[in-house]
């Protein structure tokens, strides 16, 4: 069910009690957590395949706080954000975290696949060390996404204000 912003949200316990129901019929939940702040064709492709490997698609957009990359930064508050990614046939729901990460999202929902994009795969750093050992320890896997489409809201922001 979409929302009137055309977001499907979630928040942690409708989010648990997913988890329960997906098992239950023997279905899948994958999870994708991140800023989408200045959503473009990298983040299509990232969401598509994140979506084949999994019967439910859950997108957790990260907090105003934790996307803070700079000045203006997000460029877009976390409602607009979620509401474009909501917006995706492909994604099923979308949650707001709160929080510094995803670990409340990943700990409620236990993604059977956690998805992370390519340039996670190259600089892994101590917290997706972090958030990967978490879904490892409740029964998931991480897969992280090919790089057959490059593109960075970093970049875009870069160059809109070069």
Same mark, same amino acid.
């Given at each position: 069910?979409?929302? =009137?912003?055309? &977001?499907?949200? %979630? !928040?942690?316990?409708?989010?648990?009690?997913? #988890?329960?129901?997906?098992? @239950?019929?023997g279905r899948t939940v994958a999870l994708c957590h991140g800023c989408f702040d200045l959503f473009h064709i990298g983040h299509?492709?990232?969401? =598509?395949?994140? &979506?084949?490997? %999994? !019967?439910?698609?859950?997108?957790?957009?990260? #907090?105003?706080?934790?996307? @803070?990359?700079?000045?203006?930064?997000?460029?877009?508050?976390?409602?607009?954000?979620?509401?474009?990614?909501?917006?995706?046939?492909?994604?099923?729901?979308?949650?707001?975290?709160r929080g510094a990460g995803p670990t409340d999202v990943i700990t409620a929902l236990r993604p059977d696949v956690y998805v992370?994009?390519?340039?996670?795969?190259?600089?892994?750093?101590?917290?997706?060390?972090?958030?990967?050992?978490?879904?490892?320890?409740?029964?998931?896997?991480?897969?992280?996404?090919?790089?057959?489409?490059?593109?960075?809201?970093?970049?875009?922001?870069?160059?809109?204000?070069?």
């Amino acid at each position: 069910m979409r929302g =009137a912003d055309g &977001a499907k949200p %979630a !928040d942690l316990e409708e989010l648990r009690r997913l #988890s329960e129901r997906t098992r @239950a019929q023997g279905r899948t939940v994958a999870l994708c957590h991140g800023c989408f702040d200045l959503f473009h064709i990298g983040h299509i492709h990232h969401l =598509a395949r994140a &979506a084949d490997l %999994a !019967d439910v698609l859950v997108v957790s957009v990260s #907090s105003d706080t934790a996307c @803070a990359k700079g000045p203006g930064r997000p460029a877009f508050p976390s409602a607009d954000r979620a509401a474009v990614v909501g917006a995706l046939a492909m994604v099923d729901h979308v949650h707001l975290a709160r929080g510094a990460g995803p670990t409340d999202v990943i700990t409620a929902l236990r993604p059977d696949v956690y998805v992370k994009g390519h340039d996670y795969a190259r600089r892994p750093c101590v917290r997706l060390r972090a958030e990967t050992a978490l879904v490892e320890r409740l029964g998931g896997r991480t897969v992280f996404t090919d790089d057959a489409v490059t593109a960075s809201s970093t970049d875009l922001f870069r160059r809109f204000h070069a």
